[in-house]
């Protein structure tokens, strides 16, 4: 059920989303990888989220300042393929809208990690099924620089046919220096129930 106050959160997301500097636009990519539909969001000013997307596609187009066209993206999307499955790595905010628009659709939260980088650590803080979390973060910490690239390339093992809701942590050093916290979030949303779409 949605309340007033998630009402409100998503409205003044979608308004802050509309305002957003164009640095800061998506990069959206359809790709086919086997039998599995997929839509792709990337945050196009994020090397990290290029580098995801980059393991799908060659082609991505930037959606600059409307945000609606994101949505209809998603839709449409949702409507051609009833099974497809939707990821990206993206700012928090556009994460947060994104999930709204999924539920929408009967779609769940299969995985999600927050990622941040501050100094020469990176922390992931993972969230998916309970055997699966504590995995996953670990994998992560192992693929160091590459967790973008390792994400992509184990997608299939992201998805559950259960709400993402355990949480496990991991850190690892990093080569590269970061002047101050970057966050980023990677995501999974999948049909809630396959069969019946």
Known sequence: MLTRRTFLKTSIAANAALWAPASLAFSVAHVIQGEQPLLI???EKSPNS???AEQFSEQTSTVGLDIGLHFDTFNA??????????????RDSDFF??????AQHRYITAYSAMHTS???QLTHQVTSSADKAPLLAEALATSKEKWPVWLADNLAVLNSQ???SHTALSETSTSQSATDNHVL??????PSNPATR
């Not at 999307?77 to 993206?90: K, P, Q, R």
């Open 118 to 120: 501050s100094s020469t």
């Open 162 to 164: 259960q709400l993402a």
């Open 97 to 102: 809208v994104l999930q709204q628009l999924a």
């Open 41 to 43: 969001f990337a945050d």
């Open 77 to 90: 999307f949702c409507s051609d393929h009833a099974n497809g499955w939707v990821s990206g790595i993206t």
């Open 185 to 190: 979030v990677s995501w999974l949303f999948v």
């Open 50 to 52: 290029a580098l995801f």
